[in-house]
């Protein structure tokens, strides 16, 4: 399994931006389809972003299109959430994923390699 390890988070007033990045140990990287969760307090986890191995393809929530921007970089073992035009709503702890299946997925239990989160809080 892969080891992830997320940073950027921190406190924003609504409408800023804040980009989180995603650290992967190992050399297979490019093995791996990456996803994006988030917490909130009190709430199930829920799906954000997800982009595949080559990062050719990428699918996002309804709540974030438009707004957040998943890449990666296969030669830094890191994938990114670029966040825009932040929300209070948008308030939780992020964390990235990892799967080996073929097709991305939006489903938490198909990820097999989970970040220990980044809190991410936007003021209002």
């Known amino acids: 399994q892969v080891q992830l390890v997320e940073s950027g988070g921190g406190l924003v007033q609504a409408g800023g931006s804040l980009r989180l990045s995603c650290a992967a140990s190992?050399?297979?990287?490019?093995?791996?389809?990456m996803g994006w969760f988030r917490q909130a307090p009190g709430k199930e986890r829920e799906f954000v972003a997800t982009?595949?191995?080559?990062?050719?393809?990428?699918y996002y929530a309804d709540s974030v299109k438009g707004r957040f921007t998943i890449s990666r970089d296969n030669t830094k073992n890191t994938v990114y959430l670029q966040m825009n035009s932040l929300k209070p709503e948008d308030t939780a702890v992020y964390y990235c994923?990892?799967?080996?299946?073929?097709?991305?997925?939006?489903?938490?239990?198909?990820?097999?390699?989970w970040g220990q989160g980044t809190q991410v809080t936007v003021s209002s």
């Open positions: 190992g050399r297979t990287f490019s093995s791996y389809a």
């Open positions: 982009i595949s191995r080559s990062g050719g393809n990428t």
């Open positions: 994923a990892a799967h080996t299946r073929i097709m991305i997925t939006i489903a938490a239990n198909d990820y097999h390699s």
